[in-house]
Structures are given as structure tokens and as C-alpha cells.
């Protein structure tokens, strides 16, 4: 399908200037096809592009927020296949190029992929019901989408070395102890909190939520002192624009503020 076709395994909607996606795949339990990612990958475009929308939330079903890339679809893959075409996990990578914040608001199982795209996302709230993790080993491969590397850095090498050895599962509160999640929520709450998280980012100054987002980020992915001195660019950077007049003044003059996102 292409990329402005109608989406047919995701639903879309917008909550004030909050836009969430909804993985609609129920019967595979939300698995991640190709043409899954491909529309997930355009939404988020599109919304990144909007200038009515401050930030997004990725969520699937109760039972599942996606059980990992879609094993029957690529069961009888070759090397030579998947090498050539960089098949998988090829259109994945859209996701990180995102630059407002993205909140995953997870429950159910978060597998393989699944759990890969939940840790693309800048941060994940779970429900009480969450389970996480990497079961590629019980299929003879690894991890193929950031997994060997992202879950380490959320919950430090001997969980990650566990959990990508063994295929065991993490609940949400062992998840939220582990610094893979950050808040846990009964299930029945979880858009509430998402939406609740995601209504405050928007009201905030937008390019300093978009420079706080890349700083974190390089902390995540980058050295210490590469990543502070981004910081204190992005941070002098900030002296240039409206709403840090009107944060501070606001501050100084005892109102609240009012962001005009410039
Ligand atoms: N791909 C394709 N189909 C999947 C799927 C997946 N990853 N996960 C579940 N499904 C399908 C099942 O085949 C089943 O379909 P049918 O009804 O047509 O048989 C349906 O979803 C429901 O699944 P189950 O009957 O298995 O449901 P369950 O409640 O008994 O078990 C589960 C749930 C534990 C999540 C189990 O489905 C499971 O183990 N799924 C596979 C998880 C997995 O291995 N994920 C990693 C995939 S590889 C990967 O992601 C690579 C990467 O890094 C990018």
C-alpha cells in the first residue's frame, strides 16, 4: 500500500492537539507486518508535520500492544532475502525520525518487536497487565529491531542479558522497577494517564519539549561529553525564542504562562 492510501491496520485519531494510533490488528495480536509499519510510519509523519499537533501516542488492545514482527510473514525468509531487501524491520527506522514526543501507552503482551517499538518510543506507560520481551531465541534468531541494544541501556545488562537468553517475559511492575517503563497504571486508566501525560507536553513551550526530546536522546545514544555540550547548545539556543520570555516572565510575575510554541 502506499503511503496516503487509507490506513487498514492502525486507526488514527486526534484528542485536542494529542494524535493517537491505534494498532488494529487484533487477530495476529497486533503482529508487525510490513504494511502494519508502513502505515504506523506515514501517521506519525503526518502528525509530526501538523502544526495543530504537539505530541503523539502509539497504543494496541488490552491483550496485546503488538506480539512482535509477523513470524508467518517472514517464516520462510533466506538470508539472501532478507539481506538484499532489508526486509523486517527495514521502514522501522521512520519512527525515530519523529521529533515530537511519542508516549507508548502499552498493555498486554509487548514482544520481539513489539517491545522494540515500545522502547523506540520517547517513553512507555504500562498497564497493570504489560508484559515485555525479547522471545526471538525460541525462534533461532535475535532481536532485529534495536532490541539487543535499547532494552540494556532502559534495564542495564543482566536483565537484558536474561531476558534475551531465556525469552522470559517482564511484568510491568518488575518493567517499571527495571527503568523500562515509567509509571504503571490498572488497565482501565491507561489512555487516561497517556492522554493526561500527552495534554501537558502539548502545553508546553514546542521547541523546548523538541530540544528536551534530542538531548535525551543523545544521552541514550551518544557519550557524556558529546552529549552535554548538545545540551548546553540546545539550552543557550532556547534564549532565542518567545516562550522562554514568557515562561520566565511568567514565573517572575507569579501568572501562568502561555506558550505560543515559538
Ligand atoms: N506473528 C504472527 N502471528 C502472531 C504473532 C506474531 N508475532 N503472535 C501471535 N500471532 C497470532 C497467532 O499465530 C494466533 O493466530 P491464529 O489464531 O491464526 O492461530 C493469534 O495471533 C493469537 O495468538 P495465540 O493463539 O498464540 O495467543 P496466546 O494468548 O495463546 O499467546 C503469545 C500469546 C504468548 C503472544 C503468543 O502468540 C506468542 O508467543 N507469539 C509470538 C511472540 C514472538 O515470538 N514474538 C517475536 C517475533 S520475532 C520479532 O519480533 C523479530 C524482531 O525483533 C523484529
Known amino acids: 500500500m502506499s503511503e496516503t492510501a487509507t490506513p487498514e491496520l492502525i486507526t488514527v485519531r486526534t484528542e485536542g492537539r494529542v494524535g493517537v494510533i491505534t494498532l488494529n490488528r487484533p487477530k495476529q495480536l497486533n503482529a508487525l507486518n510490513d504494511q502494519l509499519m508502513t502505515e504506523l510510519g506515514a501517521a506519525l509523519q503526518a502528525f509530526d508535520g501538523d502544526e495543530g499537533i504537539g505530541c503523539m501516542i502509539i497504543t494496541g488492545s488490552e491483550k496485546a500492544f503488538a506480539a512482535g514482527a509477523d513470524i508467518g510473514a517472514m517464516a520462510t525468509y533466506t538470508f539472501a532475502d532478507v539481506y538484499k531487501g532489508d526486509y523486517i524491520t527495514r521502514n522501522w527506522e521512520t519512527i525515530r525520525s519523529v521529533r515530537k514526543p511519542v508516549i507508548a501507552a502499552v498493555s498486554g503482551f509487548a514482544l520481539g518487536g513489539g517491545c522494540e517499538l515500545a522502547m523506540m518510543c520517547d ?3 504500562a498497564a497493570d497487565n504489560a508484559k515485555f520481551g525479547q522471545p526471538e531465541i525460541k525462534l533461532g534468531i535475535i532481536p532485529g529491531a534495536g532490541g539487543t541494544q535499547r532494552l540494556p541501556r532502559a534495564v542495564g545488562k543482566a536483565k537484558a542479558m536474561d531476558m534475551a537468553l531465556t525469552g522470559r517475559m517482564m511484568d510491568a511492575i518488575e518493567a517499571e522497577r527495571a527503568g ?3 509509571r504503571v497504571v490498572p488497565l482501565d486508566k491507561l489512555m487516561d494517564e497517556a492522554l ?3 495534554l501537558m507536553i502539548c502545553e508546553f513551550s514546542q521547541p523546548s519539549v523538541m530540544a528536551a526530546k534530542e538531548c535525551v536522546n543523545r544521552a541514550f545514544e551518544g557519550g557524556l561529553a558529546d552529549g552535554v555540550m548538545f545540551e548546553r547548545r540546545l539550552f ?3 534564549f532565542a525564542t518567545a516562550d522562554q520570555k514568557e515562561g520566565m516572565d ?3 510575575n507569579k501568572r501562568k ?6
Open 123 to 125: 517513553f512507555i506507560i
Open 180 to 182: 523500562l517503563v515509567s
Open 250 to 252: 511568567a514565573f517572575v
Open 236 to 238: 543557550h539556543a532556547l
Open 196 to 198: 493526561g501525560a500527552a
Open 257 to 262: 504562562a502561555v506558550f505560543q510554541h515559538q
